[in-house]
């Protein structure tokens, strides 16, 4: 199974970007799929995920402004950032794995590469 991620790019303060990423393989059954990000010199941290029913969990720093989505069929996740911060810059990697609500990178099966946003201000 292959993740890759599309959407980064320089966007300024206050703007909007859209992440997607899809996930390939005839195997792929993953529950979750998400975002994580990370900022220089900083840990990765999480973002947002969704279950295949729709669920979805956001960070503190993601919620009212990230909005996250799936399309099953395309086995796709969609990120649509607004009202972006110079402090969401960060290269983002797209996640799958089981559900779980607490240290999801601990149930992380497939890392997608990241892709880089950047706000400026």
């Known amino acids: 199974v292959q993740l890759q991620a599309f959407g980064g790019g320089l966007v300024q303060a206050g703007g909007s970007l859209r992440l997607s990423c899809a996930a390939s393989?005839?195997?792929?059954?993953?529950?979750?799929m998400g975002w994580f990000r990370q900022a220089p010199g900083k840990e990765r941290e999480f973002v947002a995920h969704?279950?295949?029913?729709?669920?979805?969990y956001y960070a503190d720093s993601a919620k009212g402004r990230f909005t996250i989505s799936r399309d099953n069929a395309r086995n796709t996740v969609y990120l649509q950032m607004n009202s972006l911060k110079p402090e969401d810059t960060a290269v983002y990697y797209c996640?799958?794995?089981?559900?779980?609500?607490?240290?999801?990178?601990?149930?992380?099966?497939?890392w997608g590469k990241g892709t880089q946003v950047t706000v400026s201000s």
């Open positions: 996640a799958a794995g089981a559900l779980t609500y607490k240290d999801w990178s601990n149930a992380i099966e497939y």
């Open positions: 969704i279950s295949r029913s729709g669920y979805t």
């Open positions: 393989g005839r195997t792929f059954s993953s529950n979750a």
